[in-house]
């Protein structure tokens, strides 16, 4: 997983509230076996509408997603993060995450954001007018900035996923931080016991 420290781009205002990861990223294309290639399958039946935000071209390659309240509930599928991720987003800034989405995100390296709603409502209004609107996410001083129409917000993620995100750790790095401990470990257990080599 990469390091995230400071995200800066543009975004897509998705004004859509309770959006489920089925929405994110239907059952369909949960038959894939590797991590990639979910972009394609990220809001699918939204973008068959030629109006969906993300057909627009003027939002084309933006890396962050401002969405409404209540973003990533239902299902615990991390292919809902896969797909945000392929797509090409680095952050989703939210009022409210689901926590399981939340928690997938920064297992993988997907920046959560969660700030006001008045602060997501007038980034909102802000996109809506200005799609080339550049907005910088801090993740080591937990701040989220679009100084061109002068809004700025805090948020914070936790000691532990700011951890993980400034370093990039997913779980098999943040157990690999352990390595000398685990090895340790394993050369002094009894020869009757099972090892892991």
């Known amino acids: 997983m990469r390091s995230v420290r400071i995200i800066t781009g543009r975004a897509v205002p998705l004004d859509r509230s309770d959006v489920d990861t089925d929405q994110i990223i239907p059952s369909e294309w949960l038959k ?3 991590r990639t290639g979910f972009g394609a399958g990220l809001f699918a039946e939204w973008r068959d509408g030629p109006d969906f935000v993300l057909n627009r071209p003027e939002y084309a390659g933006a ?4 969405a409404g309240p209540n973003f990533g509930t239902g299902s615990s599928r991390e292919h809902a993060v896969w797909a ?3 797509y090409g987003f680095e952050a989703v800034v939210s009022e409210r995450f689901a926590d399981i989405f939340k928690n997938n995100c920064m297992k993988s390296g997907l920046a959560p954001v969660e700030i006001p709603h008045e602060s997501v409502r007038a980034l ?3 996109l809506a007018e200005r ?3 550049e907005i910088t996410i801090d993740v080591e001083h937990e701040t989220i900035s679009a100084p061109e129409v002068g809004i700025e917000a805090s948020f914070s993620l936790g000691s532990h996923v700011k951890h ?3 370093n990039g750790l997913d ?3 943040m ?3 352990h390595e000398r401990e685990i090895s340790a470990y394993e050369a002094a257990r009894p020869t009757w016991m099972p090892t892991t080599s």
Do not use: N, Q, Y
């Open 131 to 133: 799609p080339s609107l």
């Open 175 to 177: 157990t690999l931080a």
């Open 171 to 173: 779980d098999i790095g």
């Open 32 to 34: 894939r076996i590797e």
């Open 63 to 66: 890396t962050i997603l401002v």
């Open 124 to 126: 909102m209004s802000a």
């Open 164 to 166: 993980r995100l400034l």
């Open 84 to 86: 945000l991720m392929d």
